[in-house]
């Protein structure tokens, strides 16, 4: 028996091999076996997409139109800080057009156990969080006459950050230049420009600044929301960061995700950023709760990333690498491509669908596809 | 510190300060009840802002209210029976100050009610009539207070679209595109409205016998199945009017068109038989029946370029014929014509054009309650089902359009309808205002009928009694101007544009209908290539092509062979066959100095 399932190992993809392993029966004659081998590559081969079948073409159908019934929805998550999510077409259309900046990047981070157990959780999602001195002041003071700011730090949100007014000091030395900064009091910062020269109007641009400085936490991480799902604690963040939070070690590096697809891209490779777009796509439709089959989108992210690099179903990604000048004038900017055709005498070999629309040729697709030829005697 | 200031604002302009401004506010009020202040005025006390804003301006939209003071209405059964008498009139209410308009932002401080019987100590005014929520159309649709508003408006909608009789003088009238109601009716069931509106001066409607029931699936999504009977006695009959029009227009030169039978070497003649109903005048006689292509009035016009050519042109009379003819797939009856100058001093002639629409398979009819629906099925009366007494109804409506679209006054008003008929008698349907539905169900079970309208009813083809008891009765029913003999259209072959050589578009083009992108994509799914391709093939050409410098040639029917512009004759040339389209494009690109080089090469 095993030497069939050798023997078709190659003829047969992989899972269906392990199901029909699974499913067949314990006593079972290796005649019996082949037969169904048989049946199975015959359905297996029937079931396959046939030569010139509009693939392309079909998917974008499947797609299209289900999205025309869809919402514009946000989804809001009923949660402590209030988070809401781009899904719906405007999701869709913005990972086809592989934007490089989402609208709402956002990450699922799964946690080891037993921090998965909900072992500090809170704590851990506090400490992902990105802080801003602006986050734990009271308020910020200019002192005209001495043209100096003043930061009033609040007790309590620096203990719940963990930040001492020391370190503060320390980062706020290390980030703004042009002023002496010291501690002038319990959780009190006074900051004193040095030149005597300095107009207010640059005074109250350093307040503006030093609101931003950056002090605990994982860059880009704007919001934290820690929550139960299947028995499981996990953190979902407003804004990405998936180079930092792997560094982490409580995290658990290989489920932990984000919907930003270039991130993943950069981090994982062109593989991983695939099926990214994949999952993304699918979710949204899942989401909606609409029918596509998933093959559709599969093809879809291929075509995205057949090259090596993410390309947007749009005139600079996918629509750019057409061969034939008459398909990317007949999509968006005609000038353009035909003036740039002209200049380095492009040839059309006519060998897609758009081309021999415009011309009335049979279209090379399902039975324009094969060609005749008979003996003329 | 005393009391806040409240700023007053006059048209928007600022204008002073007061110290109590509710007794401000109150006092304009009062001055402008006794008619001290002029009646225009408007306050607004924004409380928030702590401003008064005072409006005499115009553009506002305002309406009339009924002044309440400590719960009760000013306006009494005393004011009412002097309107009656003709003793005051709506002015002597608005200044002694029982009837006032309030502005959009005064009627933020007001309150007021809908019925006098829910008058309270708090408000301040009161509706004239429950009814002053809805507009005029709206206010025709009866027992509105049970439907959803959507419905209403549908309803009102669609009665603007109802053929009726429009206007008595409609003799005399050269409107374009009109319809008349051949027998309207007043409606059994009505409302005030009616009354006020003089509306059996202009009604448009008739009144039928509708039964809510299918029948073999001909009435299904919202088409309606009519009894031919019913329409071989008149029922929706109308005429359509359309009038033809031409002008004597003056050129340069002191050159002029004639309305007159053209000649024979005129330019675009059509043929004798299309000129045939003309009388001397070039105009055609009333009561001719035209059909298409016929010429109504025949004109010529003076040549298009009087240049220096003309000397060497060998006709002498190059007058273009520019008759005024019926356009494709029209008919009708000459009803009227009319010889007169226009302002410019010019002879203008207008043939009225009359055509008689018997309903047909297609035509719109709609009850008052936003019901519309085309007819599916003409029935012959004698396989109509049939009501126990031997009523037979005019229409079969489907029960499918109630549930979902919930009007329930299109079922009172059969019922009520059915009632009125019986009675003899008009049946008061005004919305917040009608005939108790109770009271309508008790007088009906008085004269004999089951109170919920249903009767027993028969199968006209079999004869037998079906199970279900029909909901039967009468409504006003309404024929819409939509009618699929304005709108019926085919095409296999017809005409091209120039331009393109591909079919003109639209129905009176006799155009052809697009084959769109995303139908085209239908197709390629398919992989129906060869299908797709004749699909296309509308504007087809074969080129000759240059297989040297790739330019199309022509052909040189002297000689009979193929000859390339560029090349000269010794190269070979292949017809191709391509759209007409693309050549254009190519044209196009040479135009743009851009060298678009057709290489062949054999396919297989």
Not at chain 1, 342 to 366: A, F, K, R, W, Y
Not at chain 2, 369 to 391: E, N, R, Y
Not at chain 2, 429 to 436: A, D, M, R
Not at chain 2, 467 to 488: D, E, P, Q, R, S
Request: charged share 25%.
């Amino acid at each position: 028996m095993d030497k069939l399932f050798k023997e078709y190992n190659e003829k047969l993809p992989a899972n269906i091999i392990t199901s029909l392993k699974e499913k067949m029966p314990k006593n079972i004659s290796s005649a019996n076996v082949k037969k169904i081998f048989e049946l199975t590559l015959k359905e297996y081969e029937t079931s396959k997409v046939e030569a010139g079948e509009c693939v392309g073409l079909v998917a974008a159908e499947s797609i299209g139109e289900p999205s025309t019934q869809m919402t514009l929805n946000t989804f809001h998550f009923a949660g402590v800080s209030e988070m809401n999510i781009t899904t719906g077409l405007p999701r869709i259309i913005e990972i086809l057009d592989a934007r490089k900046k989402i609208s709402t990047p956002m990450m699922e981070i799964y946690l080891k156990p037993p921090y998965s157990k909900g072992k500090d959780i809170k704590k851990i999602a506090q400490s992902i969080k990105e802080t801003t001195l602006k986050d734990m002041t009271k308020e910020f003071l200019i002192n005209i006459a001495e043209l100096s700011i003043e930061v009033v730090l609040d007790p309590k949100s620096t203990k719940e950050f963990g930040v001492t007014d020391t370190v503060v000091s320390k980062t706020l030395q290390k980030s703004i230049k042009g002023y002496s900064i010291r501690k002038s009091g319990d959780n009190k910062i006074t900051l004193k420009a040095k030149g005597k020269d300095v107009s207010l109007n640059e005074i109250y641009k350093t307040k503006e600044k030093i609101k931003g400085v950056y002090l605990k936490g994982i860059k880009g991480i704007t919001q934290v929301l820690p929550i139960k799902r299947e028995n499981e604690f996990m953190i979902i963040t407003a804004g990405t960061n998936l180079k930092d939070i792997l560094k982490l070690d409580k995290v658990d590096q290989t489920r932990t995700i984000t919907n930003d697809i270039f991130e993943i891209y950069n981090v994982f490779g062109i593989e991983a950023a695939r099926q990214s777009i994949i999952g993304e796509v699918y979710k949204v439709i899942e989401n909606q709760g609409l029918n596509v089959d998933i093959r559709h989108i599969m093809l879809v992210a291929d075509t995205m990333s057949v090259t090596g690099m993410i390309r947007g179903i749009s005139r600079y990604g996918v629509v750019s690498g057409k061969a034939s000048v008459l398909a990317r004038a007949s999509f968006e900017t005609p000038l353009k491509h035909i003036i740039e055709a002209s200049l380095t005498g492009e040839i059309d070999n006519l060998s897609s669908v758009v081309e021999n629309v415009m011309l009335n040729q049979p279209v090379p697709v399902g039975t324009g596809l094969p060609g005749l030829i008979t003996k003329v005697k | 510190m005393g009391e806040q200031m409240t700023e007053v604002y006059l048209n928007g302009k600022f204008v002073g300060d007061v110290e109590n401004s509710s007794s401000f506010v109150k006092n304009i009020i009062d001055e402008r009840r006794k008619g001290k202040l002029t009646s225009n005025l408007n306050v607004f006390h924004d409380e928030k802002n702590n401003e008064v804003l005072l409006e005499s301006s115009k553009g506002r939209v305002r309406r009339p209210l009924i002044v309440v003071k400590e719960g009760k209405a000013l306006l009494t059964e005393k004011h009412v029976e002097q309107l009656e008498k003709n003793e005051i009139g709506w002015s002597d209410l608005i200044q002694h100050g029982i009837i006032e308009f309030l502005d959009a932002s005064e009627e933020e401080n007001a309150l007021v009610s809908f019925n006098e019987e829910e008058l309270t100590p708090e408000h301040t005014h009161l509706e004239l009539s429950p009814l002053d929520i809805m507009g005029l159309a709206t206010s025709l649709v009866p027992y509105g207070n049970f439907n959803q508003s959507t419905r209403l408006n549908a309803g009102s909608k669609n009665q603007k679209q109802a053929l009726g009789f429009y206007a008595a003088n409609f003799a005399v009238r050269m409107d374009m595109d009109v319809n008349l109601l051949n027998t309207p009716q007043m409606p059994i069931v009505q409302s005030i409205i009616h009354e006020i509106s003089d509306y059996h001066k202009h009604p448009s409607g008739q009144n039928v016998v509708i039964a809510i029931m299918s029948y073999e699936g001909y009435n299904m999504e919202d088409a309606i199945i009519i009894n031919k009977s019913s329409i071989e006695r008149g029922m929706g009959r109308s005429t359509y009017y359309r009038p033809a029009l031409a002008e004597e227009l003056r050129y340069s030169g002191g050159l002029i068109d004639e309305v007159s039978i053209p000649d024979k070497d005129v330019r675009g003649y059509k043929s004798e038989k299309d000129y045939r109903y003309l009388e001397g005048d070039g105009i055609i006689y009333p009561e001719a029946k035209v059909n298409e292509g016929d010429v109504v009035i025949g004109k010529t016009s003076p040549p298009r370029f009087l240049s220096s050519l003309d000397e060497y042109n060998l006709t002498s009379n190059t007058r273009r014929e520019s008759s005024v003819s019926l356009r494709h797939g029209e008919k009708g009856v000459v009803d009227f014509v009319m010889i007169t100058e226009n302002s410019e001093g010019n002879k203008l002639v207008q043939v009225r054009m009359r055509d008689e629409r018997i309903p047909e398979i297609g035509d719109k009819f709609t009850s008052r309650h936003g019901q519309k629906g085309v007819i599916g099925l003409i029935l012959p009366q004698t396989d109509m089902p049939f009501s126990a007494s031997g009523i037979v109804p005019d229409i079969l409506f489907s029960p499918h359009g109630i549930p979902s679209r919930m009007t329930i006054s299109h079922l009172i008003e059969m019922m009520a309808g059915k009632m009125g008929c019986l009675a003899g008698r008009t049946i008061d349907g005004t919305t917040f205002n009608s005939e108790n539905e109770t009271e309508v169900r008790k007088e009906l079970l008085s004269l004999g009928f089951k109170e919920n309208g249903e009767e027993t009813m028969y199968n006209g083809k079999s004869g037998k009694i079906f199970k279900a008891k029909i909901f039967i009765g009468n409504m006003y029913y309404l024929k819409l101007k939509h009618m699929v003999a304005n709108k019926i259209h085919s095409r296999a072959r017809g005409p091209i544009q120039l331009l393109t050589r591909q079919p003109t578009e639209g129905r009176a083009k006799e155009g052809g209908l697009r084959l769109g992108e995303m139908e085209k994509d239908t197709f390629v799914a398919h992989g129906t290539s060869l299908l797709l391709k004749e699909r296309f093939d509308s504007d087809r050409t074969v080129v000759p092509v240059c297989e040297s410098c790739g330019f199309a040639g022509f052909h040189d029917h002297y000689k009979n062979r193929a000859f390339c512009p560029v090349c000269g004759e010794n190269v070979e040339i292949n017809d191709i066959e391509i759209s007409y389209a693309f050549k254009l494009l190519i044209d196009e690109m040479k135009s743009l100095c851009i060298y678009p080089k057709m290489i062949l090469e054999n396919k297989y």
